[in-house]
């Protein structure tokens, strides 16, 4: 089901047109609103008459999250308070939230790509959805929640948590589909199973999962746990919040709404932009946003962009499945590894169950790996031969994949603390340690 079909299966010439008319408005929007763009293009001796194309973007200055948290709360608004009619912020693990503001208009945007978004996953009128996204300064609740009613579909806003309720009503209500972290979905599969709920009497067919990063090797995992198709959504506060790009049918890579955001991938270390299907850190251009318009934010989320039509028809551009972002990416000994890389590897053997963590230490001025696998319930085993031959294989597996040698702790089921938002897969004591 396609929700916009003008836009979405546009010609990339009509596209570019709309982005163009869009891209020079916005310019003109942060510069005459935003003293800290003004001042950007000062610095860097540009004048806003010599911005006349899109083409020119790649030389425009990148926007940064301490930029955000720099001009906090609301130093980056091209509109008054008074026009402002929500606001959301991200937590931020040190100092200040960043936060983002909406005009009425940005919310009808905002509801616009959702609906897309979910129609990607043909939901419609006729389903029952199960927000379990948290509610709140998150925009994971309310942004799939407005979509949803864009859509017409029936929206059970039940936030994050409380495991048994979400089954119950799962039940009860009939929903058809889940929007939840993929963590939480993994949970949600296993606690359906454990409670011994009959799938017969579940209508679910379709998750809408993000907000975190999350493997093929996951996805099969959550589709088997709960008997559903599992889509991918993509999005982040500063730009909109969830709806910045989704997954349609074909699950070949998620379809970006460049009409309201234009994607760049760019080398994180150069900054010089990448051409399509190379992987490096995605920046985003918002053209449409009134309240607060980002011009080449980076995201340092790790990915490609392609450009071919999809299967499906749409030909907005497509990302890759991010596979982390670069500041989770941990050094260990010098090797380079995405917390998802493991993921892959774990989920690749049927033994162990979507739960995992990895802590890292230093010791003797040697970075340590070690990674705790809870083993899937029906592997495991009273038998220390037994699981000693596992954990060797495992550790092999990542040695073999990786490059690099980690200690493997298996651990019993249930034993590692669910999430019921985005899962804290890493440990890093080495910055505890540094501070
Ligand atoms: O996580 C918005 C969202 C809510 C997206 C619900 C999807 C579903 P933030 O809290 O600002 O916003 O976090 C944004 O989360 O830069 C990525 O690192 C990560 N992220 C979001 N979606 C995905 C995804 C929301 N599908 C940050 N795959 C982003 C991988 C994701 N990482």
Redesign the pocket.
């Known amino acids: 089901m396609i929700w916009n079909e003008f836009i979405e299966t546009a010609d990339k010439e009509r596209l570019k047109e709309i982005q163009n008319e869009r891209f020079i408005k916005m310019i003109e929007r942060i510069y005459y609103n935003v003293p800290f763009y003004r001042r950007k293009f000062n610095e860097a001796g540009i004048e806003l008459c010599d911005i006349k194309s899109i083409d020119q973007l790649k030389d425009l200055p990148f926007t940064e999250k301490t930029d955000l948290r720099d001009n906090y709360p609301f130093g980056l608004f091209t509109v008054p308070q008074n026009q402002i009619i929500r606001l959301h912020a991200?937590s931020g693990t040190t100092g200040k939230p960043t936060v983002v503001g909406y005009t009425r208009s940005d919310l009808h945007l905002w509801s616009e790509v959702v609906a897309r978004s979910l129609s990607m996953a043909n939901i419609g009128q006729d389903d029952v959805i199960q927000v379990a996204?948290g509610y709140g300064l998150?925009?994971?609740g309310l942004?799939v929640h407005y979509g949803a009613e864009k859509v017409g579909a029936s929206v059970i806003p039940i936030s994050g948590g409380n495991t048994k309720k979400q089954l119950q009503l799962m039940v009860d209500f009939g929903s058809t589909a889940i929007a939840c972290t993929p963590s939480y979905a993994a949970h949600l599969g296993e606690s359906l199973i454990s409670a011994g709920i009959d799938r017969k009497n579940i209508k679910l067919k379709a998750g809408i999962f993000?907000?975190?990063?999350?493997t093929n090797e996951l996805r099969k995992q959550v589709e088997n746990l709960l008997s559903i198709k599992a889509y991918?959504?993509?999005?982040?506060?500063?730009i909109i919040?969830?709806g910045v790009s989704m997954e349609c049918e074909s699950q070949n890579g998620m379809h970006i709404y460049e009409d309201h955001f234009i994607p760049e991938i760019i080398d994180p270390d150069t900054l010089e932009v990448l051409p399509y299907g190379e992987l490096g850190e995605l920046v985003f251009t918002t053209i449409t946003k009134e309240a607060m318009p980002l011009l080449r934010y980076r995201?340092h989320?790790l990915t490609r962009l392609h450009l071919e039509k999809c299967d499906c028809g749409r030909t907005l551009v497509r990302m890759d499945?991010?596979v982390g972002?670069s500041d989770d990416m941990l050094i260990i000994r010098g090797v380079n590894v995405f917390p998802s890389q493991i993921e892959a590897v774990l989920l690749e053997m049927s033994e162990a169950s979507p739960h995992y963590q990895l802590v890292v230490n230093r010791e003797n001025n040697l970075d340590t790996l070690e990674v705790n696998v809870e083993l899937d319930d029906h592997f495991w085993s009273d038998e220390i031969r037994t699981l000693e031959n596992l954990k060797k294989r495992i550790e092999h597996n990542i040695a073999s994949t990786l490059g690099v040698s980690a200690k493997v702790n298996l651990v019993e089921p249930f034993s590692i603390a669910r999430s019921e938002g985005k899962a804290q897969r890493v440990i890093d004591n080495r910055k505890k340690n540094q501070s």
């Open positions: 991200s996204y998150f925009t994971g942004g993000g907000a975190e990063p999350w991918d959504i993509y999005g982040l506060s500063e919040g969830p995201t989320d499945k991010c972002r």
